[in-house]
């Protein structure tokens, strides 16, 4: 059964901590513990994945607000599960709300809330290109 964008569906991804993704390496903190920073990217790519395959042809998605807590610290070598559900859509369809949270081996480390907006792909990165030739 193919899956349809309304709210309700979710997915997950899982990654082991590397080096690359500590505090340390990626100019968040002086810690050996993975980042802040990395929790919320793979929160916003679980989020990404969910809905990709159900968007029309030509449309993904960017991310416009993130408000998310990072309640633990993992170490290099631990797994962690990011699961993202969609819970909310505005009238239009475009703008799209998602529960997010991080697990590790040991228990939850990060949750919250992320939005995202449907856009039409080609669109989106020729305005983006144009905007540096504005002149400023």
Do not use: Y
């Amino acid at each position: 059964m193919k899956k349809i964008l309304e709210p309700g569906i979710s997915g997950t991804s899982e990654i082991t901590v590397s080096e690359d993704m500590l505090a340390c390496r990626v100019g968040s903190g002086l810690v050996e513990v993975f980042s802040t920073a990395m929790m919320i990217a793979w929160m916003e790519a679980t989020a990404v994945a969910v809905v990709q395959d159900v968007l029309p042809e030509g449309m993904t998605t960017v991310g416009t607000k993130v408000d998310v807590s990072h309640v633990a610290a993992t170490p290099c070598g631990m797994q962690v599960t990011f699961t993202a559900e969609l819970t909310g859509m505005s009238s239009n369809g475009k703008g799209l709300t998602f529960k997010v949270s991080a697990r590790d081996e040991v228990g939850l480390i990060g949750e919250g809330l992320h939005e995202r907006v449907v856009v039409h792909k080609e669109k989106f990165e020729s305005r983006t290109r144009h905007r540096k030739d504005c002149g400023c």
